[in-house]
């Protein structure tokens, strides 16, 4: 009988394997992109970081994200939507692919103008947003889905029924008849990772990383030395497992902070020079553009082939022309930039 059962898990996982598909596995999510890969590659970091820029065939912006495709990692110019693929160790130019949809325990999600759905199969439940609003974050565990829009609207998928989430005591959760929300709560959610087993996900404008347990979302208690309860404007939007060791990258200081599992410690990347104010030029003579438009993010952390790719970018909406007396070319080459973190995983 033993050998049976053995047998029988053994044809699942080999089923599983040939299908390209593992339900168990949780995705991640990084603002526009689910992320289907694994993101944890095994063994113990060790305490060194080697950080170098990938080179960019062709003109590249100073507004890019990356996202995991069939062929590896891709870019993607968040304005234009050129896209360049990964290969022998540089980005290529490359014909665009979407992004896979989000999908956990066999169910995929995705949103409209008006409306979040959730599938299984040909069985698909929805739930209302207000119209023009959209989903910034997705996260899975325990057999349930969330999906928070850019106004803070927490949409929980469980038992194959939705739930509008109340946001009370600084925690999200299901009691009832909680109205849509129509108004911005000036709180968003930009990414979530499955980590030491936990479900996390980055938050905006505290910066604080909260846990999603299939039924509430609340702050975690490992919190990284920077933020807080306040609402300074960070924001946690992209998240990473490389080696055992927790990645978050920031805006708008544009840093990777690193939790090593190893020791509990907390350490800071830096991937542009540090500005002498929270938002660069901030203060400049008033043009069309954001106050915030020289803000630094960090959009997207992808493990792969042995190292962690962190994609960069301003606010938005960066043209050729700008006042080089505001900033100038060699600041502006930060900008949009892809990183190659590597850490020797053997120690």
């Known amino acids: 009988m033993r050998i049976s059962l053995l047998l029988l898990a053994l044809g699942a996982i080999l089923f599983t394997a040939a299908c390209g598909e593992d339900r168990r596995t949780i995705p991640a999510w990084q603002t526009y992109c689910a992320v289907p890969n694994d993101t944890f590659t095994g063994g113990q970091a060790g305490a060194d970081l080697d950080v ?27 304005n234009s939507g050129r896209q360049w693929q990964l290969r022998y160790g540089r980005f290529e130019t490359a014909r665009a692919l979407r992004c896979k949809p989000f999908a956990a325990f066999g169910v995929e999600v995705n949103h409209s103008d008006n409306a979040v759905t959730a599938c299984r199969g040909d069985n698909c439940q929805s739930i209302k947003i207000e119209q023009g609003t959209f989903v ?55 990414s979530s990772i499955r980590y030491d087993g936990r479900t996390l996900m980055g938050e905006w404008p505290t910066g604080r990383l909260f846990v999603f347990d299939g039924r ?29 060791d927790l990645y978050v990258g920031y805006w708008p200081t544009g840093a990777i902070w690193r939790l090593h599992r190893r020791t509990s410690e907390w350490s800071r990347i830096a991937l542009f020079p540090d500005a002498a104010t929270f938002y660069p030029h901030i203060d400049r003579p008033a043009d069309d553009l954001s106050g915030r438009f020289f803000g630094r993010r960090v959009t997207a952390l992808l493990p792969h082939d042995g190292s962690l790719y962190a994609a960069t970018s301003n606010l938005l909406g960066w043209h050729r022309d700008l006042d080089q007396s505001v900033v100038s070319d060699i600041e502006a080459e930060f900008y949009g930039k892809t990183h190659r973190l590597t850490v020797d995983c053997t120690r």
């Open 136 to 190: 910034f974050a997705y996260a899975a565990a325990r057999s349930a889905i969330v999906a928070i829009t850019n106004y803070g609207d927490a949409l929980l998928f469980r038992d194959d029924r939705w739930c509008r989430m109340t946001w009370s005591e600084d925690r999200y959760i299901c009691i009832g008849n909680e109205p849509m929300v129509t108004e911005p709560r000036k709180m968003q959610f930009y």
């Open 216 to 244: 509430t979302i609340e702050p975690w208690s490992e919190q990284p030395p920077h933020v807080s309860k306040e609402r300074t404007g960070f924001e946690a939007q992209a998240m990473a497992v490389y080696c055992g």
């Open 52 to 78: 170098e820029p990938v080179f960019v065939l062709g003109e590249r912006s100073h507004s890019m994200f990356a996202f995991a495709a069939d062929d590896g990692i891709r870019l993607r110019d968040l």
